[in-house]
């Protein structure tokens, strides 16, 4: 036998038994934006790899380290999207839909990084994204936030918390950055190797770093707080004032920065406990300048992207229920002609029970296999289609869930007496 091949490392395969975990959150989500007047928009996995460096920035991890980037037959260079921002905004200003618009626009689909597999962490994983265009204000910042706040809701998870924090605007940003590098600079010798690379391309995000012996030195940095303007201390505090009203907590931390040059004003991340040190499920904030950046006019912008695998993952270790995966009912078939009888009979009972799971027994096999395949599968009751049954018009129904005595019922009634067995 030949070596069989594997799935590649960090990229995962969906099997049925977790599938449905899937599709119970993808169900959540688009009732949720269709509620909030968002609509799906779907770019293709693969983008010119320019579109990332310059939108996401040269000098971030993604771009420098994590990016699966390939030489196409003719020679382009082109990537597997690792975020699903910037293919949004290249649409969006492809298809002429933002200059003096409003779009509300949501995603959902794998994204890929080359990075450290390990818990939460993947190859391939898939994020759910909202991106909003052409709302300068904090009312929509808020909207955001908010309408992240009833998703967990909605998804019974009760343990997210909310970390907020404004970049101010790119002005801001630039002055501030010219005081942090003099700070950082003057410490030199206490950075470590990435920051050290960081210190010219993208000082802030050293603000960021997860390595312990940098602690000291990122807390005594200057905070970008005291070098804020005010168009954007104004629009923090407007922020913070609707989410006060909406009873949502946040903790302002002055350290989040987020790991992508496109942010000014807003940024914040829904972060839980309860997964290690990949804790951050949701991330987002605001990026006026990204449109423009693209080619595009200018247009205020604002977006989140929520890690499905680590939301999925929250929810089952805080043990939340999941919506049952099995049919309802089994259709056994015994005997001549029970089969081409059992595939009419079982879309008689689809037509008129739109909601009802029913699995049809296909490939014959004995009674008593039958009855094993009928108890393995989950369903609630077996009905039975055998020579008498076919003769009488009726069907014999087993309990499978239950101790009751089977009961053998006509045809015609069958849909009444079905209807207490669907979920
Ligand atoms: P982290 O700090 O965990 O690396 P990030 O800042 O790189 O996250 P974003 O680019 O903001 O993450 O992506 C938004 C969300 O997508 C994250 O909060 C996380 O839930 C999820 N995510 C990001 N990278 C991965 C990955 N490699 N595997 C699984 N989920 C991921
Ligand atoms: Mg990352």
Same mark, same amino acid.
């Given at each position: 036998?030949?070596?069989?091949?594997? &799935?590649?490392? @960090?990229?995962?395969?969906?099997?049925?038994? $977790?599938?449905?975990?899937?599709?119970?959150?993808?169900?959540?989500?688009? &009732?949720?934006?269709?509620?909030?007047?968002?609509?799906?928009?779907?770019?293709?996995?693969?983008?010119?790899?320019?579109?990332?460096?310059? !939108?996401?920035?040269?000098?971030?991890?993604?771009?420098?380290?994590?990016?699966?980037?390939?030489?196409?037959?003719? @020679?382009?260079?082109?990537?597997?999207?690792?975020?699903?921002?910037?293919?949004?905004?290249?649409?969006?200003?492809?298809?002429?839909?933002?200059?003096?618009?409003?779009?509300?626009?949501?995603?959902?689909?794998?994204?890929?990084? =080359?990075?450290?597999?390990?818990?939460?962490? *993947?190859?391939?994983?898939?994020?759910?994204? /909202?991106?909003?265009?052409? +709302?300068?204000?904090?009312?929509?910042?808020?909207?955001?936030?908010?309408?992240?706040?009833?998703?967990?809701?909605?998804?019974?998870?009760?343990?997210?918390?909310?970390?907020?924090?404004?970049?101010?605007?790119?002005?801001?940003? #630039?002055?501030?950055?010219? /005081?942090?590098?003099? *700070?950082? #600079?003057? =410490?030199?010798?206490?950075?470590?190797?990435?920051?050290?690379?960081?210190?010219?391309?993208?000082?802030?995000?050293?603000?960021? !770093?997860?390595?312990?012996?940098?602690?000291?030195?990122?807390?005594?940095?200057? &905070?970008?707080?005291?070098?804020?303007?005010?168009?954007?201390?104004? =629009?923090?505090?407007?922020?913070?004032?609707?989410?006060?009203?909406?009873?949502?907590?946040?903790?302002?931390?002055?350290?989040? /920065?987020?790991?992508?040059?496109?942010?000014?004003?807003?940024?914040?991340?829904?972060? #839980?406990?309860?997964?290690?040190?990949?804790?951050?499920?949701?991330?987002?904030?605001? *990026?006026?300048?990204?449109?423009?950046?693209?080619? @595009?006019?200018?247009?205020?912008?604002?977006?989140?992207?929520?890690?499905?695998?680590?939301?999925?993952?929250?929810?089952?270790?805080?043990?939340?229920?999941?919506?049952?995966?099995?049919?309802?009912?089994?259709?056994?078939?015994?005997?001549?002609?029970?089969?081409?009888?059992?595939?009419?009979?079982?879309?008689?009972?689809?037509?008129?029970?739109?909601?009802?799971? +029913?699995?049809?027994?296909?490939?014959?096999?004995?009674?008593? !296999?039958?009855?094993?395949?009928?108890?393995?599968?989950?369903?609630?009751?077996?009905?039975?289609?055998?020579?008498?049954? +076919?003769?009488?018009?009726?069907? #014999?129904?087993?309990?499978?869930? $239950?101790?009751?005595?089977?009961?053998?019922? !006509?045809?015609?009634?069958?849909?009444?007496?079905?209807?207490?067995?669907?979920?």
């Amino acid at each position: 036998m030949s070596k069989t091949i594997q &799935s590649i490392r @960090g990229m995962h395969d969906v099997l049925p038994d $977790e599938s449905h975990h899937w599709q119970a959150f993808e169900e959540v989500v688009r &009732s949720l934006m269709s509620r909030y007047g968002y609509r799906e928009i779907r770019m293709p996995a693969v983008e010119s790899t320019d579109l990332f460096s310059r !939108s996401i920035g040269e000098v971030t991890d993604i771009v420098e380290k994590e990016m699966y980037t390939f030489d196409d037959r003719n @020679g382009d260079m082109l990537t597997l999207r690792p975020e699903g921002t910037a293919g949004c905004v290249r649409a969006g200003i492809q298809h002429g839909i933002l200059h003096n618009q409003v779009q509300r626009l949501w995603y959902m689909g794998p994204m890929f990084r =080359h990075e450290r597999p390990q818990k939460g962490r *993947y190859r391939q994983f898939h994020q759910f994204g /909202v991106e909003s265009f052409g +709302i300068a204000d904090p009312d929509l910042d808020a909207e955001l936030i908010i309408l992240g706040a009833r998703m967990w809701k909605s998804l019974q998870l009760n343990d997210i918390r909310l970390e907020l924090n404004t970049l101010g605007s790119n002005q801001a940003r #630039t002055e501030y950055r010219a /005081v942090l590098v003099d *700070y950082l #600079t003057e =410490h030199r010798d206490r950075l470590d190797d990435d920051s050290l690379r960081r210190l010219d391309g993208n000082p802030l995000r050293i603000l960021d !770093s997860k390595n312990p012996a940098m602690k000291q030195v990122i807390e005594g940095a200057p &905070s970008l707080m005291d070098h804020l303007d005010t168009a954007s201390v104004e =629009h923090f505090e407007q922020l913070k004032l609707y989410l006060d009203d909406a009873g949502i907590e946040y903790t302002v931390n002055p350290r989040l /920065v987020r790991g992508l040059d496109y942010y000014c004003k807003t940024v914040f991340e829904w972060v #839980t406990d309860q997964l290690g040190a990949q804790g951050t499920v949701c991330a987002g904030g605001r *990026y006026d300048g990204l449109v423009e950046q693209l080619g @595009g006019r200018p247009t205020a912008a604002a977006g989140f992207a929520l890690g499905i695998e680590r939301l999925l993952a929250l929810r089952q270790a805080m043990n939340i229920p999941i919506p049952h995966d099995h049919p309802d009912i089994y259709l056994l078939l015994q005997g001549e002609s029970s089969s081409r009888k059992g595939l009419l009979l079982a879309e008689k009972l689809r037509d008129e029970n739109p909601r009802l799971k +029913i699995l049809s027994n296909c490939g014959g096999g004995s009674f008593k !296999s039958q009855m094993k395949k009928a108890d393995k599968s989950g369903a609630l009751i077996a009905l039975i289609l055998g020579q008498q049954e +076919i003769a009488d018009d009726t069907v #014999t129904v087993k309990f499978l869930r $239950e101790r009751r005595d089977q009961q053998t019922i !006509s045809q015609n009634g069958l849909n009444e007496f079905i209807k207490q067995y669907q979920v």
